[in-house]
Every structure is written in structure tokens, then in C-alpha cells.
């Protein structure tokens, strides 16, 4: 893995979803075509300030993409059984979608398919509503969650093979993009723990690799029928333990040799968090379009934003446009960042999503500035 990734460092790729400005003078657009943030999606108490924030702080900065971690924050009618008891009307996502498009943002929800169908001592909604999709339906739920435990249990997964589970998750899924008025989706897949398990009637004994690219490429197929792009993270695509990644941000299930089975035309959110490592290359090598995804360490994002930058500047024609940018990723809710970000509860650690957001997106503007 460490002599392919060095191979390919001069290699890059990525799509512009912005219109490029004309001429050579060099801007966020043209540096760095996705600059991206990804956070959940606000609670209805909070969505003015929301809204504000993309027209005063996202706008100004060139995010152009706008991932909302929606879940079951929404009003489904195909299956209110799922709501969350508070969850955004359609009305209210109808605001969302003005504001970005007002500011020529692309805005792509997400959902968690796959894995994430729990969270600590809860169990999300699909699975708290169609037990029968569970993966590992003897593992249950402790009332008193703790890391590492005799079940392997961080987050349930639901059964990717069950008969009945995709009806339910892609009547959600078309429904939340015709709602958000989108071309993409986000369907999450990180952290894919449970798969394949030797106790699951479908999937024991099935190679976990071909059950996690199957999963990816009966959402990515479903989507293309409507003419949308299927955006996921990477980290079960990488070698945990060839790089020495680790488990966290790659697999050590071996899900890693279905980036070999995917389409090419799904987009790939690459998140570490505490390292630049240099997986873009690697995905990049395989054809397949990139983010770099940062968090909490301006240093780091700061780091990856001057890699990609380069990935871009010194790949091949063939191989520059698999290259296509940055997306900060936020994982509190919306209403905790805000209060972080206008300082009614301010962060004391030199390490926080609000550091790391205004450091991201002051190098892109250095970066445009020095070209």
C-alpha cells in the first residue's frame, strides 16, 4: 500500500459542481472545485440561525457544497413510522433549499444505510421500527454503553441481503432527495463493524467484501435511475492494517477489496482526523473521485487542504480531475456548533470543528491568493 500511494502522489482527480470562472486568474473555484461542509441538519428552534449561518459565513467563504446529516430529522410520509418526534417539516427543507440555491450551494442529505443503526444505549430508528433488518439481532443493546465490549458492538448495521429492507430504505431515500430537491445522496457506510455475520441466516459465510460493495452498488443503481450520484466515506475501502490506519478510519474486516468491485462514479469523502495521510492518492489510483475530509485540528486541515492542492497542480490531465476537494465535517449537532461558533459556549481546546472550519477555508482563500 505505501509503495502504490507514493507511486501515485504526482496523481489527482475531481468534477466541478460550480461553474468555473473564465480566464487564468486563480480562485477557490478553480484551486479546489468541491469546498465542502458537512454537519446534521438543524432542529426546526434552530433553523433561522442555520440559515443565516449559510448566507453569513458558508456563502462568503465559496462553500459550494453543503452535506446535511438528515437521518430521521425529517417529516417522511412514506414512513412516518420513522420521524424523529421533533423532525424538520417539508416546509422548513424547502427554506434550506432556498438559501442554497439563493447562494449557489449544493445541498446532498444523508442518510446512514448500512451501518450507524445505533448509536451508544440507542437503537435508531430502522432497526427501533423493523427489528427483522437487524444484522446481529442477538446482540443487544446495553443500557449502559461502553468501548471495547465482549460483542464487538460500536453501531448495529441492518442486513444488507434482507428481502425486505431495501423497499423501506429507498422509498426514504428518494423521498428525502425529491425533497431536498437533489442530484446526490449521501448514504454514510463509515464504521461498518458488523457484516456478514456468522450468526446473520443470509449473510454467514458470505465474503464481506462482495456483501459491502453489493450494498454499495444496489444504492448507487437505485439512484442512477433518477439520475443521482451516490456520495459515501472511505473508510471501509482503505487496508486498516497494511497501512496501519487502523480500524477506525479503515477496515479491518477485509471490506477494504470492494473499492475493486464499486462503479467508478461513486464519490468518496476520505476523512483522518489525526494524520494528512495520503489516501487521495490511493483512491485516485483507483479511478475514483475524492474528498479529504477534516474535523477538529486547523493544523492537519490545513495540511491536507496544501496536499490537494498539489495533488491537483501536479497530477496528469488523466488523473486531476479524481481530485475534487475539501469538506469540513462537523459531528455535534448544529445547534452545539453555532453556539460554539458565536460564541455563546466558547471552546477552549486549540482543537475544535469551529478552529478547524475558519483554518480550512482561510487557506483555500491563501492558497487562491498565492496562485
Excluded at 437487524?134 to 465490549?149: A, G, M, S
Excluded at 423501506?168 to 430537491?181: G, P, Q, R, S, Y
Excluded at 463493524?193 to 448507487?220: N, T
Amino acid at each position: 500500500m505505501k509503495q502504490i500511494i507514493t507511486f501515485f502522489l504526482a496523481a489527482l482527480s475531481g468534477i466541478a459542481f460550480a461553474q468555473v470562472p473564465s480566464g487564468s486568474e486563480a480562485t477557490p473555484w478553480n484551486i479546489l472545485p468541491v469546498r465542502g461542509f458537512c454537519i446534521s441538519a438543524p432542529q426546526s428552534k434552530g433553523l433561522d440561525e442555520f440559515i443565516k449561518f449559510i448566507d453569513e459565513e458558508l456563502a462568503p467563504r465559496s462553500v459550494n457544497t453543503l452535506i446535511l446529516r438528515v437521518d430521521y430529522n425529517y417529516q417522511y410520509e412514506s414512513h412516518p413510522e420513522l420521524r424523529d418526534s421533533s423532525a424538520l417539516s417539508k416546509k422548513e427543507v424547502k427554506r434550506l433549499v432556498a438559501v442554497c440555491r439563493k447562494n449557489n450551494i449544493r445541498v446532498i442529505p444523508q442518510v446512514n444505510l448500512l451501518g450507524h443503526q445505533s448509536w451508544a444505549s440507542k437503537v435508531s430508528g430502522l432497526l427501533r421500527v423493523y427489528p427483522e433488518f437487524d444484522e446481529t439481532p442477538l446482540v443487544k443493546i446495553p443500557v449502559n454503553y461502553k468501548w471495547p465490549n465482549t460483542d464487538g458492538l460500536y453501531c448495529k448495521s441492518y442486513c444488507p441481503l434482507h428481502p425486505g429492507v431495501h423497499k423501506v430504505v429507498f422509498e426514504l431515500v428518494d423521498e428525502i432527495c425529491d425533497a431536498f430537491e437533489t442530484d446526490a445522496f449521501h448514504a454514510g457506510m463509515d464504521e461498518v463493524f458488523y457484516i456478514g455475520e456468522a450468526q446473520c441466516p443470509r449473510c454467514s459465510g458470505r465474503d464481506k467484501a462482495e456483501l459491502f460493495a453489493g450494498e454499495v452498488r444496489a444504492i448507487r443503481d437505485h439512484l442512477s435511475l433518477r439520475g443521482r450520484k451516490l456520495w459515501i466515506w472511505g473508510d471501509r475501502l482503505i487496508d486498516g492494517k497494511a497501512t496501519g490506519i487502523g480500524e477506525w478510519e479503515a477496515s479491518y474486516n477485509n471490506t477494504y477489496r470492494a473499492i475493486d468491485m464499486i462503479p467508478k462514479d461513486v464519490i468518496i469523502c476520505d476523512w483522518h482526523y489525526e494524520r494528512p495521510d495520503q489516501t487521495p492518492v490511493y483512491f485516485a489510483s483507483k479511478e475514483l473521485n475524492v474528498i479529504t475530509c477534516p474535523y477538529r485540528d486547523p493544523a492537519i486541515a490545513v495540511l491536507q487542504t496544501q496536499d490537494m492542492v498539489k495533488f491537483r497542480k501536479y497530477a496528469t490531465p488523466e488523473m486531476k480531475d479524481h481530485y475534487m476537494g475539501m469538506m469540513q465535517t462537523v459531528w455535534s449537532g448544529a445547534g452545539p456548533f453555532l453556539d460554539n461558533y458565536y460564541g455563546r459556549k466558547p471552546e477552549t481546546s486549540d482543537k475544535s470543528a469551529v478552529k478547524c472550519f475558519k483554518a480550512l477555508f482561510g487557506e483555500i482563500q491563501k492558497q487562491a491568493a498565492e496562485k
